[in-house]
């Protein structure tokens, strides 16, 4: 059996020298580290980055000291070694880290892990690559960004109301007082679009509480039937006014779930309001079930459906489908974009599933302890 003949030293050196000059002129912090997850090879952005002279040889959780949101302190060893790389096993990547410097000061970094492998897919090398960036500035942006669109829709709100109110009496002295048929238009005009700017409010306050990950605070245990009973409730009138009707089919004793309420009502009231929105004849039916975590809804409708084409961009910022039924009906194109954040808070997730005039299921799945 003839022997592959072994790599002369002088080549090895040069490989590592070119890959060093490589990583080096990169603006990106670059650490290698082998299977046990121990750098071998660093440049100087990463350096930086961590504050550190040298990095060579040091386990990756001692030089890279990370908190997540919560503050709670994150181990890139047991997450990488355990395969635990992202939804495709092969990647990692976050945003929301911060790094901890030893006089306590922070720094929120991006992060990304990947596996080393050769050109088949094969992890031959072993070990990975992690690529840092200080973000610091870009997250004081947004954080900064999120909290005026708090501030802001918050301090719209009570104007808008108020405003609300008024045209409200407006309409109803003008129905009464036989008032010319021009004015009452112009009213119901005015009040259509301060309702559209009122929900428009309502998503971006949502929106940024979301963005802010701001959820810890309303983790509750809630009554199930008792939350689908007050969307029956509100929303029944509405469906009622466009003659669809609205209904619930599912246990009567889904018993308690330890999630928020207030995210999952909000979930739940922006599939039903689009349901009733995108729907002209027949009817809207919410079902729920207890599943063995948690507790599964779903909205049906027999409405306006959604193209194939436009399934995949359904869940994105400000997204509205070109349907032309779709166009001539106030949307923000963000309900369905929060819904997701929520559901993502939540540790749940939601789905759908469309046809083109016939009708959408709109589903969330939630888990959560279940109590009777
Ligand atoms: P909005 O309803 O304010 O436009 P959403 O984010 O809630 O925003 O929904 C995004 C888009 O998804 C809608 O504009 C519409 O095109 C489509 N959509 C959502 N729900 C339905 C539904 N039940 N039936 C048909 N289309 C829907």
Redesign the pocket.
Known sequence: MSQLPSVPEPVNRLDRERLQAVINNMTEGVLTLDSSCLVTMSNAVALGILDVNDALGKHVDDILHLTDKAGKPVHLAPLIQTQQLGSDKRHLASRDWQLRYADGTTAYIYISVAPVQSAFGQAQYGGYVLLIQDITRDKSLEIERSEFISVASHELRTPVAVAEGYISNALLAAEKEHTPDTIKNALQSAHDQILFLSNMLNDLSTLSRAEQGDLAASMEEFDVNELIDSLLQDFRPQALQKKISFGYVGQKNLGRLASSRLYVHEILQ??IT??I???EKGGITLRAKRVEDGVEFSVT?T????GRNEHSK?SEKF???T?WR?RKIN???????IAAKLAKLLSGQVSFD?ELNKG?T?KLSVPGAATS
Do not use: P
């Not at 409405?303 to 959604?306: C, F």
């Not at 949307?331 to 974009?337: E, R």
């Open positions: 922006n599939f689009n349901a929105k995108y729907t409708d409405g306006i459906g959604i359904i997204f509205r489908s349907d779709v949307g923000t194109g963000l309900g369905l974009y469309s959408s709109f």
